[in-house]
Protein backbone atom coordinates (compact mmCIF):
# COMPACT_ATOMS: atom_id res chain seq x y z
CA UNK A 1 0.00 0.00 0.00
CA UNK A 2 1.22 3.36 -0.81
CA UNK A 3 1.68 5.98 1.71
CA UNK A 4 3.60 7.90 4.85
CA UNK A 5 4.87 6.33 7.61
CA UNK A 6 5.98 7.47 10.61
CA UNK A 7 8.16 6.26 13.20
CA UNK A 8 8.43 5.90 16.25
CA UNK A 9 4.42 6.40 17.12
CA UNK A 10 5.93 7.15 20.56
CA UNK A 11 9.22 8.98 21.85
CA UNK A 12 10.78 10.00 24.97
CA UNK A 13 13.43 12.70 25.15
CA UNK A 14 15.62 13.37 28.07
CA UNK A 15 16.86 17.34 28.83
CA UNK A 16 19.87 18.28 26.88
CA UNK A 17 19.31 15.45 24.26
CA UNK A 18 18.34 15.69 20.33
CA UNK A 19 15.92 13.09 19.09
CA UNK A 20 14.85 12.25 15.04
CA UNK A 21 11.58 11.08 13.82
CA UNK A 22 11.56 9.22 11.10
CA UNK A 23 9.54 9.61 7.52
CA UNK A 24 9.30 7.96 5.05
CA UNK A 25 6.64 7.90 1.83
CA UNK A 26 6.64 5.56 -1.40
CA UNK A 27 3.57 8.03 -2.93
CA UNK A 28 6.95 9.54 -5.34
CA UNK A 29 5.95 12.84 -3.88
CA UNK A 30 7.88 15.74 -3.97
CA UNK A 31 7.10 17.63 -1.48
CA UNK A 32 7.33 16.93 1.73
CA UNK A 33 6.24 18.87 4.87
CA UNK A 34 7.16 18.65 9.00
CA UNK A 35 4.17 20.51 10.78
CA UNK A 36 3.93 20.53 14.93
CA UNK A 37 0.04 19.87 16.46
CA UNK A 38 -0.69 21.52 19.86
CA UNK A 39 -4.01 21.50 21.33
CA UNK A 40 -6.23 24.50 20.66
CA UNK A 41 -3.27 25.89 18.10
CA UNK A 42 -3.98 23.54 14.87
CA UNK A 43 -0.94 22.86 12.82
CA UNK A 44 1.78 24.82 12.78
CA UNK A 45 4.17 24.71 9.80
CA UNK A 46 8.35 23.94 10.79
CA UNK A 47 9.96 22.91 7.46
CA UNK A 48 8.91 21.81 3.97
CA UNK A 49 10.51 20.56 1.15
CA UNK A 50 9.88 20.95 -2.33
CA UNK A 51 12.48 18.84 -4.18
CA UNK A 52 15.76 16.67 -2.91
CA UNK A 53 18.44 18.40 -1.17
CA UNK A 54 16.62 21.55 -0.87
CA UNK A 55 14.62 22.60 2.12
CA UNK A 56 13.09 25.45 4.22
CA UNK A 57 12.14 27.34 6.67
CA UNK A 58 8.78 27.16 8.61
CA UNK A 59 7.35 29.13 10.56
CA UNK A 60 8.67 27.74 13.70
CA UNK A 61 11.97 26.25 12.43
CA UNK A 62 14.00 27.41 15.72
CA UNK A 63 15.22 23.94 17.47
CA UNK A 64 14.59 21.67 14.69
CA UNK A 65 16.93 20.75 11.80
CA UNK A 66 16.06 18.59 8.67
CA UNK A 67 17.36 16.73 5.58
CA UNK A 68 16.49 15.48 2.27
CA UNK A 69 18.88 13.20 0.68
CA UNK A 70 16.05 10.49 -0.49
CA UNK A 71 13.01 11.72 -2.34
CA UNK A 72 11.47 9.41 0.10
CA UNK A 73 12.51 10.33 3.07
CA UNK A 74 12.56 13.54 5.30
CA UNK A 75 13.81 12.98 8.87
CA UNK A 76 13.24 16.00 11.53
CA UNK A 77 15.43 16.22 14.25
CA UNK A 78 14.50 17.97 17.67
CA UNK A 79 17.56 19.55 19.23
CA UNK A 80 18.62 20.40 22.43
CA UNK A 81 17.67 23.80 21.83
CA UNK A 82 13.56 23.38 21.00
CA UNK A 83 12.91 24.22 24.69
CA UNK A 84 9.39 23.11 24.92
CA UNK A 85 9.32 20.24 22.28
CA UNK A 86 6.05 17.78 23.70
CA UNK A 87 3.94 18.19 21.10
CA UNK A 88 2.34 16.13 18.42
CA UNK A 89 4.31 15.55 15.23
CA UNK A 90 2.66 15.30 11.76
CA UNK A 91 4.82 14.75 8.32
CA UNK A 92 2.91 15.25 5.11
CA UNK A 93 2.99 15.15 1.52
CA UNK A 94 2.37 16.22 -1.65
CA UNK A 95 2.76 15.97 -5.47
CA UNK A 96 3.96 19.53 -4.93
CA UNK A 97 1.24 21.52 -7.06
CA UNK A 98 -0.65 24.42 -5.18
CA UNK A 99 -4.20 22.67 -5.92
CA UNK A 100 -3.06 19.39 -4.69
CA UNK A 101 -4.27 17.64 -1.49
CA UNK A 102 -1.57 16.80 1.29
CA UNK A 103 -1.22 12.83 2.36
CA UNK A 104 -0.80 12.80 6.36
CA UNK A 105 1.64 10.60 8.52
CA UNK A 106 -0.18 8.79 11.45
CA UNK A 107 2.04 11.03 13.86
CA UNK A 108 4.77 11.10 16.36
CA UNK A 109 3.90 12.01 19.93
CA UNK A 110 7.34 13.69 21.90
CA UNK A 111 7.53 13.85 25.50
CA UNK A 112 10.24 15.07 27.72
CA UNK A 113 10.97 13.05 30.61
CA UNK B 1 -1.52 38.52 7.65
CA UNK B 2 -2.50 35.69 6.11
CA UNK B 3 -5.05 33.56 8.11
CA UNK B 4 -7.49 30.83 8.89
CA UNK B 5 -10.42 30.88 11.22
CA UNK B 6 -12.82 28.15 12.88
CA UNK B 7 -14.47 30.04 15.50
CA UNK B 8 -16.14 27.50 17.52
CA UNK B 9 -14.02 25.03 19.00
CA UNK B 10 -16.63 22.35 19.37
CA UNK B 11 -19.98 22.00 17.72
CA UNK B 12 -22.51 19.10 19.10
CA UNK B 13 -25.28 17.77 16.87
CA UNK B 14 -27.72 14.87 17.33
CA UNK B 15 -27.48 11.97 15.24
CA UNK B 16 -29.09 12.43 12.35
CA UNK B 17 -29.56 15.99 12.25
CA UNK B 18 -27.74 18.17 9.81
CA UNK B 19 -24.30 20.05 10.65
CA UNK B 20 -21.96 22.98 9.93
CA UNK B 21 -18.82 23.34 11.00
CA UNK B 22 -17.49 27.33 10.28
CA UNK B 23 -14.46 28.79 8.13
CA UNK B 24 -13.27 32.24 7.06
CA UNK B 25 -10.08 32.71 5.72
CA UNK B 26 -8.12 36.31 5.15
CA UNK B 27 -5.79 35.20 2.19
CA UNK B 28 -5.19 37.32 -0.83
CA UNK B 29 -5.88 36.56 -4.25
CA UNK B 30 -8.25 33.44 -4.50
CA UNK B 31 -6.70 30.56 -2.65
CA UNK B 32 -7.37 26.57 -2.87
CA UNK B 33 -9.77 25.55 -0.06
CA UNK B 34 -9.66 22.42 2.17
CA UNK B 35 -11.08 20.28 5.01
CA UNK B 36 -9.35 17.98 6.54
CA UNK B 37 -10.54 15.20 9.58
CA UNK B 38 -8.42 14.12 12.38
CA UNK B 39 -9.71 10.89 14.38
CA UNK B 40 -7.87 10.74 18.09
CA UNK B 41 -4.00 9.59 17.79
CA UNK B 42 -4.13 9.88 13.96
CA UNK B 43 -2.99 12.05 11.06
CA UNK B 44 -5.25 14.15 9.51
CA UNK B 45 -7.27 13.01 6.43
CA UNK B 46 -8.10 14.69 3.39
CA UNK B 47 -11.89 15.15 2.88
CA UNK B 48 -12.65 17.96 0.14
CA UNK B 49 -11.51 20.81 -1.47
CA UNK B 50 -11.97 23.62 -3.68
CA UNK B 51 -10.68 24.99 -6.94
CA UNK B 52 -12.69 26.65 -8.94
CA UNK B 53 -16.05 25.98 -10.03
CA UNK B 54 -19.33 25.10 -8.59
CA UNK B 55 -19.51 27.01 -5.02
CA UNK B 56 -21.00 23.52 -3.68
CA UNK B 57 -18.26 21.08 -3.30
CA UNK B 58 -18.90 17.39 -2.52
CA UNK B 59 -16.48 15.31 -0.82
CA UNK B 60 -16.20 12.15 1.30
CA UNK B 61 -18.16 10.52 3.61
CA UNK B 62 -21.18 12.71 2.86
CA UNK B 63 -19.54 15.89 3.47
CA UNK B 64 -20.09 19.00 1.10
CA UNK B 65 -18.79 22.52 1.88
CA UNK B 66 -20.04 25.78 0.36
CA UNK B 67 -17.90 28.27 -1.06
CA UNK B 68 -18.82 31.95 -0.50
CA UNK B 69 -16.51 34.61 -2.05
CA UNK B 70 -17.99 37.87 -0.70
CA UNK B 71 -17.88 36.48 3.02
CA UNK B 72 -14.68 34.71 2.40
CA UNK B 73 -16.22 31.40 3.90
CA UNK B 74 -15.90 27.56 3.06
CA UNK B 75 -18.05 25.99 5.70
CA UNK B 76 -18.58 22.43 6.27
CA UNK B 77 -21.65 20.40 5.82
CA UNK B 78 -23.12 17.37 6.15
CA UNK B 79 -26.78 16.78 5.94
CA UNK B 80 -27.45 14.06 8.34
CA UNK B 81 -24.72 13.41 11.16
CA UNK B 82 -23.23 10.21 12.62
CA UNK B 83 -22.04 9.09 15.90
CA UNK B 84 -18.97 7.96 13.45
CA UNK B 85 -18.65 11.68 12.18
CA UNK B 86 -16.91 12.83 15.47
CA UNK B 87 -13.49 13.99 15.25
CA UNK B 88 -11.46 16.93 14.85
CA UNK B 89 -12.10 18.71 11.50
CA UNK B 90 -9.38 21.61 9.79
CA UNK B 91 -9.87 23.98 7.31
CA UNK B 92 -7.09 24.70 5.67
CA UNK B 93 -6.20 27.25 2.45
CA UNK B 94 -3.08 27.55 -0.02
CA UNK B 95 -2.13 30.64 -1.93
CA UNK B 96 -2.21 30.37 -5.42
CA UNK B 97 0.88 32.67 -6.62
CA UNK B 98 3.27 30.25 -7.49
CA UNK B 99 6.18 29.84 -5.47
CA UNK B 100 3.98 29.68 -2.13
CA UNK B 101 3.89 26.33 -0.51
CA UNK B 102 2.44 27.10 2.56
CA UNK B 103 -0.75 25.63 3.59
CA UNK B 104 -2.60 27.56 6.14
CA UNK B 105 -4.29 25.56 8.95
CA UNK B 106 -7.10 26.76 11.39
CA UNK B 107 -7.21 25.70 14.75
CA UNK B 108 -9.54 22.76 14.44
CA UNK B 109 -13.46 22.50 15.84
CA UNK B 110 -14.37 19.12 17.56
CA UNK B 111 -17.32 17.56 16.44
CA UNK B 112 -19.33 15.63 18.62
CA UNK B 113 -22.56 13.18 17.30
CA UNK B 114 -24.57 12.96 20.13
CA UNK B 115 -26.82 9.13 19.54
Known amino acids: DGGITQSPKYLFRKEGQNVTLSCEQN?????MYWYRQDPGQGLRLIYYSQIVNDFQKGDIAEGYSVSREKKESFPLTVTSAQKNPTAFYLCASSIGQANEKLFFGSGTQLSVL | AQSVAQPEDQVNVAEGNPLTVKCTYS??????LFWYVQYPNRGLQFLLKYITGDNLVKGSYGFEAEFNKSQTSFHLKKPSALVSDSALYFC?????????????FGTGTRLKVLA
Open chain 2, 27 to 32: VSGNPY
Open chain 2, 92 to 104: AVRDRRSGTYKYI
Open chain 1, 27 to 31: LNHDA
